[in-house]
C-alpha cells in the first residue's frame, strides 16, 4: 500500500492563479480531509468528506473547493491563490471518525507570491 | 517542515532518559485525544490515542495520561532515543470528525 499520497510537493503560484492540489488513498478509506498548517499554529481543518460524493466544511473553506467523485481521490482546488494560503496543505485519511488513526499524506508546501 | 516549527517550545533530553511532553487541550467536552509526532518535512504520524473513559493508556514505550478535572494531556516517552527527536502535538474531538490540534513542542534528543 501506497497510503496517503499527494502532489505536488512544492509549488509557487501567483497572486490570483488558480490550482488543485491532489490527494489519493488507497486503503479504502471513507473518511478524507485536508489541512492547512501554518507557524506557531495547530493544523486547521480545510474540508472534510466522510464518503463518495459527501463533503462538508471545516474550520477555515474560504477561497478552497473539495470534490470526492472516488473514494480514492480528494483533490484540493484553490480557486484564485492569496498570499494568505501560503502554507504546508496535508490530505489525510481514516477509517473511521473515532477510535481510529487519521494517516497523514506528505504534505505540498505552497507559496504565493 | 522546519518552517512550522519556528515558535515552538523545545524540551531538550539525554538520549536514554524519560521525556515528558504536555499539552492543555480546550474543550471540555472532547472525549477523544490523540498524540502525533511530525518529522522534519513530514506528515504527522499517529502514536497512541485515548478515551475520555480512561486516565492513562500504554504503547511502546510511550504512555498518554489523561487528567479531565484540569484538561491535560502529556505523553511519556521511555529511554528516548534520536529517532524520537521531532515535534509533537496532541489533537483532541469532541465526537465529530473536526479535530483540534495543538500547536506542538519539539523534542531534541541530546547524545
Known amino acids: 500500500n501506497a497510503g496517503v499520497t499527494q502532489t505536488p510537493k512544492f509549488q509557487v503560484l501567483k497572486t490570483g492563479q488558480s490550482m488543485t492540489l491532489q490527494c489519493a488513498q488507497d486503503m479504502n478509506h471513507e473518511y478524507m480531509s485536508w489541512y492547512r498548517q501554518d507557524p506557531g499554529m495547530g493544523l486547521r481543518l480545510i474540508h472534510y468528506s466522510v464518503g463518495a460524493g459527501i463533503t462538508d466544511q471545516g474550520e477555515v473553506p474560504n477561497g478552497y473547493n473539495v470534490s470526492r467523485s472516488t473514494t480514492e481521490d480528494f483533490p484540493l482546488r484553490l480557486l484564485s491563490a492569496a498570499p494568505s494560503q501560503t502554507s504546508v496543505y496535508f490530505c489525510?485519511?481514516?477509517?473511521?471518525?473515532?477510535?481510529?488513526?487519521?494517516?497523514f499524506g506528505p504534505g505540498t508546501r505552497l507559496t504565493v507570491t | 517542515g522546519e518552517s512550522v516549527g519556528l515558535h515552538l517550545p523545545t524540551l531538550s533530553v539525554q538520549e536514554g532518559d524519560n521525556s515528558i511532553i504536555n499539552c492543555a487541550y480546550s474543550n471540555s467536552a472532547s472525549d477523544y485525544f490523540i498524540w502525533y509526532k511530525q518529522e522534519s518535512g513530514k506528515g504527522p504520524q499517529f502514536i497512541i490515542d485515548i478515551r475520555s473513559n480512561m486516565d492513562k493508556r500504554q504503547g511502546q514505550r510511550v504512555t498518554v495520561l489523561l487528567n479531565k478535572t484540569v484538561k491535560h494531556l502529556s505523553l511519556q516517552i521511555a529511554a528516548t532515543q534520536p529517532g524520537d527527536s521531532a515535534v509533537y502535538f496532541c489533537a483532541e474531538s469532541g465526537g465529530t470528525y473536526k479535530y483540534i490540534f495543538g500547536t506542538g513542542t519539539r523534542l531534541k534528543v541530546l547524545a
Open positions: 489525510a485519511s481514516s477509517y473511521s471518525n473515532r477510535g481510529y488513526e487519521q494517516y
